[in-house]
């Protein structure tokens, strides 16, 4: 199993600024992946940051809005850019280590919240 | 994108069985059927998966039929604690050895008392 903190929990931002939430995770992993949960609404996956890789941006999402950085196999960032009040989310981070059979561990999130 | 189809939501009487159904009619060969579930406030939660045959653990058992286009996720006897949203996944691969869980919309199961 994996263990992840995701900081910060929650947060109020203003329009117009950046905020950057961090995924801990607490063993080696080869795939981590960012998503969006927008009130009443089911996960939507953002991107894929898997180990030596760039971050792959599902349609919608574009790596100017939502840089990613994954430094090594047990940390990642998920940049909000240019904050407006659309982007009120959960943001979750999520983590698998590869192979044929294993599944997916969640953070609790992060909500944000954009006034 | 592989997808699936689940009722939008469900109950179930505490301490009685719950069989909650999920379509899958476009899952390919290499497709991996997750089951997740999210309690209010918090990240999904790991529940099972299977490729081909029936699969049981300590918290539910995995139905799937044997053309693979539907399965159904068994909690033996719900408890209140089993409220939640239950997301029916196809894990598909994305190639370089990496795969996606795309999330649907969910059941959301209550559990009454």
Known sequence: SAVISQKPS??????????????????????????????????TLIATANQGSEAT????????????????????????????PEDSSIYLCSVAIAGLNTEAFFGQGTR???? | DAKTTQPNSMESN????VHLPCNHSTISGTDYIHWYRQLPSQGPE??????????NNRMASLAIAEDRKSSTLILHRATLRDAAVYYCILRTYSGAGSYQLTFGKGTKLSVIP
Do not use: A
């Open chain 2, 14 to 17: 505490e301490e009685e069985p």
């Open chain 1, 57 to 84: 941006y599902e349609s919608g999402f574009v790596i100017d809005k939502f840089p990613i950085s994954r430094p090594n196999l047990t940390f990642s960032t998920l940049t909000v850019s240019n904050m407006s």
């Open chain 2, 46 to 55: 790991y529940v099972i998966h299977g490729l081909t045959s029936n699969v």
């Open chain 1, 112 to 115: 944000l919240t954009v006034v």
């Open chain 1, 10 to 43: 929650r947060d109020i931002c203003q329009r117009g600024t950046s905020l950057t939430i961090q995924c801990q995770v607490d063993s080696q992993v080869t795939m981590m992946f960012w998503y969006r949960q927008q009130p009443g609404q089911s996960l």
